[in-house]
Structures are given as C-alpha cells and as structure tokens.
C-alpha cells in the first residue's frame, strides 16, 4: 500500500527576493511590452506578476499617474511665424516614450475634438 506522499509530489511555494519582483513590475511598465510577455520570459504566472503590480501601487512604490499633465505654453515672444490660433486649427502634442504625439484638429470642430479627448481620457 503506497501513501498519497510517495504518489504525488509535494509542492512548495516559490518564494522571491522583492528585488527580483521591483524588477519584473518595472519592466511590465515600460509600455513596449505586455505583463503576459514579462510574465511569459521570466516563467512566471501573469496572474502572479498583476499581483505584484497591484501590491507595490498599494505601497506607493510606483509613481502615481496624475488625471492631468501639464503642457508648456510657448510664449508671445516664440520664433514661430503662425501660432496655431493664427492657422485656424487646434493642436494638441503629447509627450510618449516613442516620440511626440501632435495632433491637429480644425477650429471650426472645435466641439468633436473635445468630444473627442474626453473619450480618450476617459
């Protein structure tokens, strides 16, 4: 007669250095790549790692993302020629870990551009 022991292998929880986890939530934030590929690189569960990132959020040690971000306004004295009040359009640039966003949206739409933000922002 064998025991339940012998038949099955007992499993332990992996423990892992809070190092190695600061690092794996780290890399899941830079944006070029998905939680289930770092996951998936590193032979853990991608459940496992959305834990870790919920947890150091709780923890503040991750920067909190602000609802808004402040753009610099050039000023009256700018080298441009035309500002885009002048060219009667609305641009909006967005700073990205890829390069600047701009987008340019017509003044008469004014009204779907912000339609337009909200939806994104939201």
């Not at 987008?103 to 912000?114: K, L």
Request: charged residues 20%; positive net charge.
């Amino acid at each position: 007669m064998t025991t339940p022991s012998t038949d099955r292998e007992i499993r332990r929880r992996r423990r892992y250095a809070p190092e190695f986890k600061a690092k794996i939530v780290a890399a899941c934030l830079q944006g070029d790549v998905s939680i289930a590929q770092v996951a998936l690189q590193h032979g853990l569960n991608t459940n496992l790692v959305q834990t870790w990132i919920r947890k150091a959020k709780r923890q503040s040690q991750l920067p909190a993302v602000p609802d808004f971000v402040a753009l610099p306004v050039p000023s009256a004295v700018d080298d441009r020629s035309t500002s885009p009040a002048d060219s009667g359009e609305i641009r909006i640039e967005v700073p990205s870990a890829r390069g600047m966003i701009t987008v340019h949206w017509p003044v008469t739409d004014a009204a779907q551009c912000a339609q337009w933000l909200k939806g994104l922002l939201s």
